[in-house]
């Protein structure tokens, strides 16, 4: 029962200091001028990339997990990204900052190709 006490102590303390917190909390003082990038995401699995297409407007960020249990490079066909090995649970992020389409591969696994367009 005393260590029930504490905690709602420790709970209330916590409570506030939070409401008492100026400016509230990050989120909420984020600006509404400073939108966020827009996602988008790919897995990889089974040895291929899903979506293999992804359609996204410029200034999207893709990020990349690797699903699966063997390691996987994002490589891009012009040499614009290239991942490090990704193991599994990894994840890489591209921005893509110009219109286009970027086709892509696994340089460990060449036949593993996909691409992101951006309009
Ligand atoms: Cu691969």
Do not use: Q, R
Not at 95 to 108: A, E, L, R
Request: proline letters at 7%.
């Amino acid at each position: 029962m005393k260590k029930l006490t504490w905690f709602l102590e420790f709970a209330a303390i916590v409570l506030t200091a939070l409401a008492l917190m100026p400016g509230g909390t990050p989120l909420l003082a984020v600006s509404a001028g400073d939108k966020p990038a827009a996602g988008a995401s790919v897995k990889i699995d089974n040895f291929s990339f899903g979506p293999a297409d992804v359609n996204v407007p410029v200034g999207t960020m893709v990020t990349w997990t690797n699903n699966d249990d063997v390691p996987h490079v994002v490589a891009s066909d012009d040499k614009l990204f290239k991942s490090k090995a990704l193991d599994t649970d990894d994840h890489f992020s591209y921005t893509f900052t110009k219109p286009g389409t970027y086709v892509y591969y696994c340089s460990i696994h060449p036949k593993m190709t996909a691409k992101v367009v951006v309009h």
